[in-house]
């Protein structure tokens, strides 16, 4: 029987909702803008557009069945709570808790990482389908791996697996990387122009600071202009032996890559690649195909719709 069900994706910066059928077709979507949100005005926001979409599925004469949500953190599972380290009072906030109680009807709300979520839905209806050893590169505002292994998300025992922000790539530990992590310092979309901006006086640049973004430092870098091009050569780098660590470690089939610097970062896969090749096992680089999200924006939205599809079919 046909379902449908409520995909969040929360980011940073944003949330967006979507209404998705048990086949993956995503019926309505809608967005919002975070702004200066933080704590219940978030969970709020989420309620808010769950009560919207609820409103379309209505006109639709469609029933909603669960409400699945993607965070940019950890979601502990065994208390329904999370830690957003981008929402100011998401330490240990209890976002199931607080949909259940503020959704009118009493359906299944399940919550995971954006990470968990991008793997999840490139495994079922994206490039990654058919796989059951894949890693989902998620970079963005941070950074963060989504892993399958054996056809099952890899959760660790605190929820926390994933969390390559804090990968060390670098042989010398600098005080800045304890917020951050020594990875999404130097080579997550925060980390390009915080970079950037560090090393403004070591090349001519067209680039100005004020109002930088990697949408404009991938523009430059196109233009060959020298800053630029210092600051994606070391994120390569980066990109690079984090590919090769985990090719070494988990021999997965493929890499995906995505979030919002993947995109216009497509044009360095090849490269970062050749990186990895330096770095990585010789046999599991061999085997590994390594691709940009076929799902793009939409992936943790249609695994966070997976969330739901997949309890049903457990139960």
């Known amino acids: 029987m046909q379902k449908t069900v409520i995909a969040i994706d929360l980011g940073g910066t ?61 979601s502990y599972h065994g208390t329904g709570c999370v830690w957003a380290p981008n929402i100011p009072g998401w330490s240990e906030y209890p976002l199931q808790k607080f949909i259940k109680k503020k959704y009118p009807k009493k359906i299944p709300v399940l919550i995971d990482s954006d990470r968990a979520c991008c793997i999840l839905g490139e495994s079922w209806l994206g490039i990654a389908k058919g796989c059951k050893h894949a890693i ?68 001519y640049t067209i680039l100005e600071m004020k109002n930088l973004s990697t949408e404009l430092i991938f523009k430059a870098y196109k233009q060959h202009d020298p800053l630029a091009r210092l600051v994606l050569d070391q994120a390569i780098r980066c990109w690079g032996k984090a590919s090769a660590n985990l090719i070494s470690l988990f021999n997965p089939e493929m890499i995906i890559f995505g979030g919002g610097v993947f995109g216009p970062g497509e044009i360095l896969i090849d490269s970062i690649k050749l990186e990895a090749s330096k770095w990585a096992q010789p046999i599991s680089m061999k ?29």
């Open 136 to 203: 989902f590169l998620a970079v963005g505002t941070g950074i963060g791996a989504g892993i399958l292994i054996d056809g099952r998300i890899l959760r660790g025992a605190n929820d926390i697996a994933g969390a390559i922000g804090w990968m060390a790539l670098e042989t010398e530990y600098i005080e800045e990387y304890k917020k951050y992590g020594c990875f999404e310092y130097h080579a997550s979309g925060d980390g390009l122009t915080r970079i950037a901006k560090h090393w403004k006086n070591k090349a």
């Open 287 to 315: 085997k590994v195909i390594m691709v940009k999200s076929s799902l793009g924006t939409n992936a943790p939205l249609i695994g966070a719709a997976k969330l739901i599809i997949e309890h049903y079919a457990n139960v």
């Open 14 to 74: 944003k949330c967006a909702g979507a209404l998705i059928n048990s086949k993956g077709v995503i019926l309505e979507s809608l967005k919002y803008k975070l702004d200066s949100r933080e704590g219940d005005d978030v969970a709020n926001l989420i309620n808010d557009l769950c009560l919207e979409l609820s409103d379309k599925a209505n006109d639709k004469a469609l029933q909603i069945d669960g409400i699945g949500i993607s965070i940019p953190g950890i």
